[in-house]
């Protein structure tokens, strides 16, 4: 992020990126859409409003961005050196959060998945998962 941009861009660009809808999701529906799948989206009443929900299934799928999800060992999830002391207590709030989402979700009975934004370089590779997962 530069420090060119004012902090009004600033916060609108996180508002942006930080938003449901994000284009890693939308990507990720759409491609579920496709193999037949229906599903609902942002479920606010199950912890940490999963993205995607398949209810009869008793399945759920959340997409994150690698970035914002601090994905570990990932060159998307790392953070400028210049910037470590801003983001990384912010971003290792988010991992735990989570975290504590993907358990609360298991122990009411879901199965969960978690699909990365660098996972949607592999389509094909990303659907077969999908389809394991889903069936
Ligand atoms: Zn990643």
Avoid at 71 to 79: F, K, P
Avoid at 108 to 130: F, M
């Amino acid at each position: 992020m530069s420090d060119i941009m004012t902090s009004e861009q600033r916060s609108e660009n996180m508002r942006r990126i930080c938003s449901t809808n994000t284009q890693p999701e939308m990507k990720v529906r759409r491609l579920i859409h496709r193999m037949g799948y229906r599903y609902r989206i942002h479920v606010k009443k199950l912890p940490g409003t999963p993205d995607i929900v398949f209810s009869a299934r008793r399945k759920i799928i959340f997409v994150h961005g690698c970035f914002w999800h601090f994905h570990q060992d990932c060159r998307g999830g790392r953070i400028p050196q210049s910037k470590i002391e801003y983001w990384k207590p912010k971003l290792l709030r988010t991992r735990e959060r989570d975290e504590a989402h993907r358990k609360a979700l298991v122990e009411l009975g879901w199965d969960v998945l978690v699909i990365w934004e660098c996972d949607l370089r592999e389509i094909s590779e990303l659907e077969a998962r999908l389809k394991e997962f889903l069936h």
